[in-house]
């Protein structure tokens, strides 16, 4: 799927009062693209300015010092006018938001590429960043003009929702190749979050697993350390999420046999059913307090559950 960078909460979830910078690495950083209700795609006429733009917008990513915080939002177009418009020149804590992080983004392609048309300014927002754009030389599509044009979201594509958001796609920079840029790190998940989510403090789906995923949670971890929480009443200490770094072979154990489910937890609906003695191949696994569950090709199956194995490593 196309990855984009994204700059829409501070450290807390939340948009304004956070400390500068970047404390979690899910304030601005890359992650896999997704339905805002954009509408809006600016694409530069020349490629060297969308390269550039994407570039950017990647080491805003990766640079910490960077954050988020509405009332601080003008911050990093400061630090980055005085560090000669390059975003991994910045050392001063700093905070963004969407449309003023994209809109330093493109004042610095102006600067740098020595466009002539307009500059940018530090106070733009998602409201007239379209017309402050096309002003500097990009060209405005709606979706269906931009895949007759490109076939695709194109690399520097700026994304936008004028009454909501704004991202970059970063696909296909040309750096991208020599740089780490992967949806964050998938956090540990604790009683807190478990509590919170149940009391509906997240909000119900989708949005809440696009804030889950935006603090760099495992929506289907926590999801599944609810459902047991709301079974058992038992709020687990920590919920893990293990990916294996290679294919393992699991026989089954239990006399008589498990069910394979949709997801890793009992409230899952079933989706098949391993006898004892089949020899499976498990892709994955996840630790939900102290149960460990096996992805295969079929579906998911318990491993240990409360107190039992029910397979082991053949």
Wanted: net charge positive.
């Amino acid at each position: 799927m196309t990855k984009v960078a994204n700059c829409g909460h501070d450290e807390r979830g939340k948009y304004s009062g956070g400390k500068a910078g970047d404390q979690s690495g899910t304030e601005w950083y890359i992650r896999e693209d997704y339905d805002f209700g954009q509408s809006v795609y600016l694409v530069h006429p020349d490629d060297a300015v969308n390269d550039l733009m994407a570039r950017m917008a990647v080491n805003g990513a990766r640079n910490d010092n960077i954050g988020y915080d509405q009332g601080q939002r003008t911050t990093f177009y400061v630090c980055l006018k005085a560090a000669n418009w390059v975003v991994s020149a910045i050392k001063e804590k700093c905070e963004s938001d969407c449309s003023s992080g994209v809109g330093a983004l493109g004042e610095a392609c102006v600067q740098r590429l020595k466009l002539t048309k307009a500059h940018i300014s530090k106070d733009i927002y998602t409201g007239n960043l379209k017309a402050a754009f096309v002003a500097a030389g990009w060209n405005a599509y709606t979706y269906d003009q931009l895949i007759r044009k490109y076939g695709k979201k194109p690399t520097g594509c700026i994304q936008l929702n004028p009454a909501k958001h704004v991202n970059v796609v970063v696909e296909g920079a040309s750096n991208l190749k020599d740089s780490t840029v992967t949806s964050a790190t998938k956090k540990a998940v604790n009683a807190q979050v478990v509590k919170d989510v149940a009391a509906g403090k997240y909000g119900d789906n989708p949005n809440r697993a696009e804030r889950l995923k935006a603090l760099g949670y495992d929506p289907s971890t926590v999801q599944a350390a609810v459902n047991e929480y709301l079974r058992t009443g038992k709020l687990p200490a920590k919920v893990t999420v293990i990916t294996a770094a290679a294919k393992a072979r699991y026989e089954i154990t239990a006399p008589s046999g498990v069910n394979v489910r949709k997801g890793a937890g009992t409230s899952y609906a079933k989706a098949d059913a391993y006898a004892k003695g089949k020899v499976v191949t498990v892709i994955e696994t996840k630790a939900v307090g102290s149960d460990l569950w096996g992805k295969t090709a079929d579906g998911w199956f318990a491993i240990r559950y409360s107190g039992s194995t029910y397979a082991k490593k053949a």
